[in-house]
Antibody
Framework: EVQLLESGGGFVQPGGSLRLSCAASRFTFSSSAMSWVRQAPRKGLEWVSGISGSGGDTYYADSVKGRFTISRDNSKNTLYLEMNSLRAEDTAIYYC??????????????WGQGTLVTVSS | DIQMTQSPSSLSAFVGDRVTITCRASQSIGTFLNWYQEKPGKAPNLLIYASSGLQSGVPSRFSGSGYGTDFTLTISSLQPEDFAIYYCQQSYSTPITFGQGTRLDIK
């Protein structure tokens, strides 16, 4: 069974930075596009960013473009999200999600358990 | 960006009922529409991909249909474990967008 384990969440002040990681196992990591999806308290799901299996193509929601950077290390089976200039509205559970496709962002067939990011002064 | 609108926002039903949830896209997305189920404290679970494809392991009482802008998720006979929040998601273009969710409660 696919395993996705997020880490790196925590409490940060507005304007601060965090780096999330997602350790993947039990599937061929480089064969799957990956995404980060977040859920603010008592809100719905919001796709944040995605990356192709090779890492050559990246995609972002308008709300995070220019502030967040997605990357992956296929040799370490790990997905990352570098988050800068954090705002209160970035407070959410951040999920790592595996795509059924390799080269494009389509549908998420496995999810991690999520890591909580809280941005507050 | 493509806006996804679900209806109803909430729904109460009995075990054994047939339930339909609707999702509308702000522009045509072909069959690039997926459905997820979310239960409290758990990550979402993919139910239906490409409008009507049943994800492996998902019970056959779940079905999806639609093309273009209008889509439906149907649960043929509600089971106690089906009470949850359901989201549609378009994968036609980035940014990927989700509907606002439909909460399905026990009546």
């Amino acid at each position: 069974e696919v395993q996705l384990l997020e880490s790196g969440g925590g409490f940060v002040q507005p304007g601060g930075s965090l780096r999330l990681s997602c350790a993947a196992s039990r599937f061929t990591f480089s064969s799957s596009a990956m995404s980060w999806v977040r859920q603010a308290p008592r809100k719905g799901l919001e796709w944040v960013s995605g990356i192709s299996g090779s890492g050559g193509d990246t995609y972002y929601a308008d709300s995070v473009k220019g502030r967040f950077t997605i990357s992956r290390d296929n040799s370490k089976n790990t997905l990352y999200l570098e988050m800068n200039s954090l705002r209160a509205e970035d407070t959410a559970i951040y999920y790592c999600a595996k795509d059924r496709w390799k080269s494009t962002i389509r549908d998420f067939d496995s999810w991690g358990q999520g890591t909580l990011v809280t941005v507050s002064s | 960006d493509i806006q996804m609108t679900q209806s109803p926002s909430s729904l109460s039903a009995f075990v054994g009922d047939r339930v339909t949830i609707t999702c509308r896209a702000s522009q045509s997305i072909g069959t690039f529409l997926n459905w997820y189920q979310e239960k409290p404290g758990k990550a979402p679970n993919l139910l239906i991909y490409a409008s009507s494809g049943l994800q492996s392991g998902v019970p056959s009482r779940f079905s999806g249909s639609g093309y273009g802008t209008d889509f439906t998720l149907t649960i043929s006979s509600l089971q106690p474990e089906d009470f949850a929040i359901y989201y549609c998601q378009q994968s036609y273009s980035t940014p990927i967008t989700f509907g606002q969710g439909t909460r399905l409660d026990i009546k």
